[in-house]
Protein backbone atom coordinates (compact mmCIF):
# COMPACT_ATOMS: atom_id res chain seq x y z
CA UNK A 1 0.00 0.00 0.00
CA UNK A 2 1.29 3.97 -0.92
CA UNK A 3 2.09 5.45 1.68
CA UNK A 4 0.12 8.88 1.70
CA UNK A 5 2.04 12.71 2.57
CA UNK A 6 2.23 13.79 5.74
CA UNK A 7 1.98 17.76 4.68
CA UNK A 8 4.87 20.25 5.42
CA UNK A 9 6.96 19.42 8.47
CA UNK A 10 6.21 21.70 11.35
CA UNK A 11 2.59 22.85 9.09
CA UNK A 12 -0.25 22.99 11.54
CA UNK A 13 -1.84 19.58 12.04
CA UNK A 14 -5.46 18.19 13.43
CA UNK A 15 -4.94 14.82 14.31
CA UNK A 16 -8.97 13.27 15.59
CA UNK A 17 -8.67 10.66 17.74
CA UNK A 18 -11.02 7.92 16.78
CA UNK A 19 -10.92 6.44 20.56
CA UNK A 20 -13.30 8.54 21.30
CA UNK A 21 -15.37 8.05 18.01
CA UNK A 22 -18.42 5.67 18.47
CA UNK A 23 -16.27 2.29 17.44
CA UNK A 24 -19.95 0.97 16.05
CA UNK A 25 -19.28 3.67 13.22
CA UNK A 26 -16.14 4.48 12.37
CA UNK A 27 -16.14 5.04 8.99
CA UNK A 28 -18.60 7.87 9.47
CA UNK A 29 -16.52 9.58 12.59
CA UNK A 30 -13.87 9.97 9.97
CA UNK A 31 -15.41 11.22 7.16
CA UNK A 32 -17.63 13.51 9.48
CA UNK A 33 -14.69 15.41 10.50
CA UNK A 34 -12.26 15.23 7.39
CA UNK A 35 -12.60 19.29 6.03
CA UNK A 36 -11.51 20.32 9.15
CA UNK A 37 -8.74 17.70 10.09
CA UNK A 38 -5.37 16.60 8.51
CA UNK A 39 -4.61 13.58 9.91
CA UNK A 40 -6.57 10.55 11.96
CA UNK A 41 -4.66 9.39 14.88
CA UNK A 42 -5.61 5.59 15.72
CA UNK A 43 -5.11 4.74 19.04
CA UNK A 44 -3.15 0.76 19.41
CA UNK A 45 -3.83 -0.68 22.83
CA UNK A 46 -2.80 -4.07 24.16
CA UNK A 47 -3.97 -4.56 27.70
CA UNK A 48 -0.20 -4.93 28.20
CA UNK A 49 2.04 -1.40 27.91
CA UNK A 50 -1.45 0.35 28.67
CA UNK A 51 -4.24 -0.97 31.24
CA UNK A 52 -6.59 -0.63 28.45
CA UNK A 53 -7.35 -2.75 25.09
CA UNK A 54 -8.51 -1.10 22.03
CA UNK A 55 -7.92 -1.54 17.91
CA UNK A 56 -5.28 -3.05 15.82
CA UNK A 57 -4.57 -3.96 11.95
CA UNK A 58 -8.15 -5.73 11.64
CA UNK A 59 -10.36 -2.50 12.59
CA UNK A 60 -7.36 -0.65 10.69
CA UNK A 61 -8.03 -2.00 7.64
CA UNK A 62 -11.63 -2.05 7.35
CA UNK A 63 -11.06 2.28 8.09
CA UNK A 64 -8.57 2.91 5.26
CA UNK A 65 -11.45 3.04 2.51
CA UNK A 66 -13.07 5.33 4.10
CA UNK A 67 -10.60 8.42 3.97
CA UNK A 68 -7.38 9.40 2.13
CA UNK A 69 -5.53 11.16 5.30
CA UNK A 70 -2.70 10.02 6.83
CA UNK A 71 -3.11 7.21 9.45
CA UNK A 72 -1.10 8.28 12.32
CA UNK A 73 -0.78 5.03 14.43
CA UNK A 74 0.03 5.03 18.15
CA UNK A 75 1.06 1.93 19.37
CA UNK A 76 0.94 1.95 23.07
CA UNK A 77 1.89 -1.90 22.70
CA UNK A 78 4.86 -3.91 24.47
CA UNK A 79 6.22 -5.47 21.13
CA UNK A 80 5.68 -2.99 18.29
CA UNK A 81 8.00 -4.56 16.45
CA UNK A 82 6.37 -7.92 15.90
CA UNK A 83 3.18 -6.05 14.31
CA UNK A 84 4.85 -2.83 12.56
CA UNK A 85 4.38 -5.06 9.29
CA UNK A 86 0.40 -6.04 10.07
CA UNK A 87 -0.34 -2.45 10.37
CA UNK A 88 1.54 -1.71 7.41
CA UNK A 89 -0.50 -3.88 5.06
CA UNK A 90 -3.63 -2.60 6.72
CA UNK A 91 -2.80 0.95 5.89
CA UNK A 92 -0.41 2.45 8.46
CA UNK A 93 1.39 6.10 7.13
CA UNK A 94 3.49 6.26 10.33
CA UNK A 95 3.76 4.25 13.36
CA UNK A 96 4.74 5.83 16.25
CA UNK A 97 6.28 3.77 19.36
CA UNK A 98 6.77 4.22 22.85
CA UNK A 99 10.64 5.49 24.12
CA UNK A 100 9.87 3.34 27.42
CA UNK A 101 9.33 0.01 25.60
CA UNK A 102 13.12 -0.27 24.72
CA UNK A 103 14.80 -1.67 22.10
CA UNK A 104 14.08 1.80 20.16
CA UNK A 105 17.39 2.17 17.89
CA UNK A 106 16.13 -1.18 16.32
CA UNK A 107 12.05 -0.20 16.28
CA UNK A 108 13.27 2.51 14.23
CA UNK A 109 15.43 1.10 11.91
CA UNK A 110 12.42 -1.79 11.46
CA UNK A 111 9.25 1.31 11.27
CA UNK A 112 11.87 2.70 8.23
CA UNK A 113 12.59 -0.07 6.63
CA UNK A 114 8.69 -1.10 6.11
CA UNK A 115 8.48 2.73 3.91
CA UNK A 116 6.38 4.21 6.70
CA UNK A 117 7.02 7.74 8.94
CA UNK A 118 8.93 6.87 12.13
CA UNK A 119 7.43 8.42 15.33
CA UNK A 120 8.73 8.22 18.66
CA UNK A 121 6.48 8.37 21.66
CA UNK A 122 7.29 9.49 25.53
CA UNK A 123 5.44 9.78 28.45
CA UNK A 124 4.91 12.53 30.58
CA UNK A 125 7.31 11.67 33.53
CA UNK A 126 9.84 10.37 30.55
CA UNK A 127 12.82 12.78 30.27
CA UNK A 128 13.30 14.62 26.99
CA UNK A 129 16.77 12.65 27.35
CA UNK A 130 15.79 9.79 26.41
CA UNK A 131 14.10 10.39 23.16
CA UNK A 132 16.90 13.48 22.30
CA UNK A 133 19.32 10.65 21.25
CA UNK A 134 16.58 9.30 18.40
CA UNK A 135 15.74 12.90 16.75
CA UNK A 136 18.05 12.29 14.05
CA UNK A 137 16.16 9.33 13.28
CA UNK A 138 12.92 9.94 13.58
CA UNK A 139 9.98 11.97 11.83
CA UNK A 140 7.50 12.34 14.78
CA UNK A 141 8.33 13.39 18.44
CA UNK A 142 5.16 12.66 20.24
CA UNK A 143 5.11 14.03 23.70
CA UNK A 144 2.38 12.84 25.52
CA UNK A 145 0.48 15.11 27.74
CA UNK A 146 -1.62 12.43 29.97
CA UNK A 147 -0.76 8.93 30.63
CA UNK A 148 -1.73 6.62 27.79
CA UNK A 149 -4.56 4.53 28.11
CA UNK A 150 -7.26 6.32 28.17
CA UNK A 151 -9.11 9.24 26.38
CA UNK A 152 -11.10 12.17 28.63
CA UNK A 153 -8.22 12.71 30.88
CA UNK A 154 -6.70 16.32 31.62
CA UNK A 155 -4.16 18.28 30.06
CA UNK A 156 -1.03 18.11 31.77
CA UNK A 157 0.66 21.59 31.54
CA UNK A 158 3.81 20.77 33.18
CA UNK A 159 4.72 18.54 29.95
CA UNK A 160 4.86 22.06 28.22
CA UNK A 161 8.94 22.42 29.09
CA UNK A 162 9.67 19.65 27.86
CA UNK A 163 7.93 20.73 24.48
CA UNK A 164 9.68 23.71 24.81
CA UNK A 165 12.85 21.87 24.74
CA UNK A 166 11.87 20.06 22.34
CA UNK A 167 11.03 22.38 19.55
CA UNK A 168 14.41 24.64 20.50
CA UNK A 169 16.45 21.40 19.80
CA UNK A 170 14.30 20.65 16.53
CA UNK A 171 14.76 23.90 15.33
CA UNK A 172 18.38 24.54 16.08
CA UNK A 173 19.25 21.20 14.87
CA UNK A 174 17.36 21.75 11.61
CA UNK A 175 15.75 18.76 12.25
CA UNK A 176 12.38 17.66 9.92
CA UNK A 177 10.41 16.24 12.97
CA UNK A 178 7.07 17.39 13.70
CA UNK A 179 5.75 17.79 16.86
CA UNK A 180 2.97 16.44 18.46
CA UNK A 181 1.08 16.73 21.68
CA UNK A 182 -1.85 14.00 22.80
CA UNK A 183 -3.95 14.22 25.44
CA UNK A 184 -6.38 17.00 27.08
CA UNK A 185 -6.60 19.13 23.71
CA UNK A 186 -9.41 21.22 23.73
CA UNK A 187 -10.19 24.71 22.40
CA UNK A 188 -8.59 25.69 25.91
CA UNK A 189 -5.42 23.81 25.66
CA UNK A 190 -4.44 23.98 22.07
CA UNK A 191 -3.30 27.19 22.09
CA UNK A 192 -1.12 26.28 25.16
CA UNK A 193 0.56 23.53 23.22
CA UNK A 194 1.11 25.69 20.07
CA UNK A 195 2.64 27.82 21.94
CA UNK A 196 5.60 25.71 23.62
CA UNK A 197 6.20 24.91 20.12
CA UNK A 198 3.91 21.62 19.34
CA UNK A 199 2.31 21.37 15.93
CA UNK A 200 0.56 18.40 15.86
CA UNK A 201 -2.71 18.63 18.04
CA UNK A 202 -4.32 15.39 18.74
CA UNK A 203 -7.60 15.48 20.19
CA UNK A 204 -10.54 12.90 21.32
CA UNK A 205 -13.04 13.76 23.15
CA UNK A 206 -13.09 17.54 22.83
CA UNK A 207 -13.72 16.66 19.36
CA UNK A 208 -15.57 13.38 18.55
CA UNK A 209 -17.66 13.84 22.30
CA UNK A 210 -19.24 17.03 20.84
CA UNK A 211 -22.35 18.08 19.19
CA UNK A 212 -20.56 18.94 15.82
CA UNK A 213 -17.26 17.31 16.03
CA UNK A 214 -16.53 18.88 12.51
CA UNK A 215 -17.14 22.50 14.21
CA UNK A 216 -15.13 21.67 17.23
CA UNK A 217 -12.32 20.75 14.83
CA UNK A 218 -12.13 23.69 13.37
CA UNK A 219 -12.47 25.90 16.91
CA UNK A 220 -9.49 23.92 18.00
CA UNK A 221 -7.35 24.42 15.06
CA UNK A 222 -8.34 28.48 15.10
CA UNK A 223 -7.74 28.28 19.09
CA UNK A 224 -3.92 26.54 17.62
CA UNK A 225 -3.47 28.97 15.48
CA UNK A 226 -3.74 32.13 17.59
CA UNK A 227 -1.20 29.73 20.09
CA UNK A 228 1.01 30.13 17.55
CA UNK A 229 1.13 34.05 16.44
C1 LIG B 1 -4.42 8.27 25.22
C2 LIG B 1 -4.46 8.35 23.71
C3 LIG B 1 -5.01 9.62 23.19
C4 LIG B 1 -6.42 9.88 23.59
C5 LIG B 1 -6.67 11.34 23.58
O1 LIG B 1 -3.85 7.09 25.59
O2 LIG B 1 -3.16 8.23 23.20
O3 LIG B 1 -4.86 9.71 21.78
O4 LIG B 1 -7.36 9.27 22.76
O5 LIG B 1 -7.95 11.55 24.03
P1 LIG B 1 -8.44 12.93 24.64
O6 LIG B 1 -8.26 13.94 23.56
O7 LIG B 1 -9.84 12.66 24.99
O8 LIG B 1 -7.55 13.22 25.82
ZN1 LIG C 1 -2.74 8.64 21.02
Redesign the pocket.
Known amino acids: MEILDAGPVGALRIAP ?1 I ?2 ADFGALAKAVQVVDAQTDWV ?1 V ?1 V ?1 DGHF ?1 PNISIGPLVLQSLRQYSQRFFDC ?1 L ?1 ISDPARYLEAFKKAGADGCTVHVEVGNTASVIADTRALGLRVGLAANPDTPFDAVEPFLGDIDLLLL ?1 T ?8 SFMTEVMDKVSLARKEIDASHLGVNLEV ?5 EVTAPIATRAGANVL ?5 IFNQPSPLDAALAIREAALAGQR
Open positions: SLAHDMVHMMVFPGFGGQDGGIDVAGSA
